[in-house]
């Protein structure tokens, strides 16, 4: 079982930056592949950002590589979202998740067996 815990989100103007935080419940948090997508009301929830257990590899969607970091402290359980040069765009709930998984990332919502309850991040023009 795992629980997360998603913070860091408000509202911003265009270009300002943000780091979300998913702090995670479990003494095997260091087993689980960890990701973060986000949803607008009457979209899908995408895929923005994944990283594998020991933060060895990661992944983006092409909207935010560059300006976007995932990265992840499994000391302290917690997985990070370093958001920079935010666009409206952006704006959605974020939420992170955890898969469970060794070695690989995963990008996929089905993939992913436990969620955040998200936090919205807001970015104005």
């Known amino acids: 079982q795992v629980q997360l815990v998603e913070s860091g989100g408000g509202l911003v103007q265009a270009g300002d930056s943000l780091r979300l935080s998913c702090a995670a419940s479990?003494?095997?948090?260091?087993?689980?592949?960890m990701g973060w997508f986000r949803q607008v009301p009457g979209k899908e929830r995408d895929f923005v950002a994944a990283?594998?257990?020991?933060?060895?590899?990661?992944d983006y969607i092409d909207s935010v590589k560059g300006r976007f970091t995932i990265s992840r402290d499994n000391a302290k359980n917690t997985v990070y979202l370093q958001m920079n040069g935010l666009k409206p765009e952006d704006t959605a709930v974020y939420y992170c998740?955890?898969?469970w998984g060794v070695g690989r990332i995963y990008t996929y919502t089905r993939d992913y067996s436990y969620w955040g309850q998200g936090t919205q991040v807001t970015v104005s023009s």
């Open positions: 479990g003494r095997t948090f260091s087993s689980w592949a």
């Open positions: 990283i594998s257990w020991n933060g060895s590899v990661t």
């Open positions: 998740a955890a898969a």
